[in-house]
């Protein structure tokens, strides 16, 4: 079944790409601007730029440093509660939480950690900690983050591997809606995003993966990680 967000490559654009998230080398031009070229995956939907386009790791980083995000401005602290209120609503007293991506200012730990939840955080740049990428967690967050992947699908693979049977990967990205809505979007203009989810992919690495998922606003989605079978006595 096509998903409704594919929209069709030029009639003379033939060049595909590989998607970064499924792997599938369906993906065709889906928009592009002075600056980047943008493909979408026919498999899974996710909107995308080639990785010859990226900016380099300190480029990136140099973009990273700009953000001022204090876990005590309380402005973030109410953005952040977009995706904090709907998931700790569904966590146990004292469940183990990894904001992954945490950046310069890790506020969403700080937030879950005075609420009572043992917390560690990771960001390549900031936090650079493997030994956290290693232990398994109740709940996993990641906010404003998977836009900047450029392999989200080996991303995604090590988060889901990290959380407990029935654990949450909790997270915040804007999401696709339309081409036209695509064209003059400001998300594309942060050349540091380079993957653009939708509704329609979410659902697609869910199903793929036998994952639950909700999406409690317009930013913010929960994915549920299965419970294994129950066995018989």
Avoid at 38 to 55: K, N, S
Avoid at 129 to 151: G, M, S
Avoid at 185 to 198: G, R
Wanted: charged content about 20%; some cysteine; hydrophobic content about 40%.
């Amino acid at each position: 079944m096509p998903l409704s967000l594919i929209q069709n490559s030029e009639p003379n654009d033939t060049t595909t790409q590989r998607c970064p998230l499924c792997d599938a080398g369906d993906a065709a031009r889906y928009h592009r601007d002075r600056r980047r070229d943008y493909y979408q995956c026919a498999t899974c939907a996710l909107v995308f730029v080639p990785r010859g386009q990226h900016l380099s790791a300190a480029a990136e980083k140099a973009e990273y440093d700009k953000h001022q995000n204090s876990p005590h401005d309380t402005g973030y602290r109410r953005f952040l509660g977009r995706l904090f209120s709907p998931l700790t609503a569904r966590l146990t007293p004292g469940a183990r939480g990894l904001d992954f991506g945490a950046g310069p200012g890790p506020a969403l730990s700080v937030m879950f950690a005075e609420q009572g939840y043992p917390m560690s955080i990771y960001d390549p740049f900031y936090a650079p900690d493997p030994a956290v990428l290693t232990q398994t967690y109740d709940f996993i967050t990641a906010t404003e983050v998977v836009e900047h992947l450029a392999t989200p699908g080996a991303v995604f693979a090590r988060l889901a591997a990290q959380l407990v049977p029935g654990g949450y990967l909790g997270l915040m990205t804007k999401r696709v809606t339309s081409a036209d809505a695509f064209a003059g979007w400001h998300y594309i203009a942060d050349l540091t995003h380079v993957s653009f989810f939708s509704e329609a992919t979410f659902r697609w690495w869910a199903a793929e993966h036998h994952f639950t998922v909700e999406f409690p606003g317009a930013d913010v989605v929960i994915l549920q990680k299965p419970l294994p079978p129950a066995t018989g006595t």
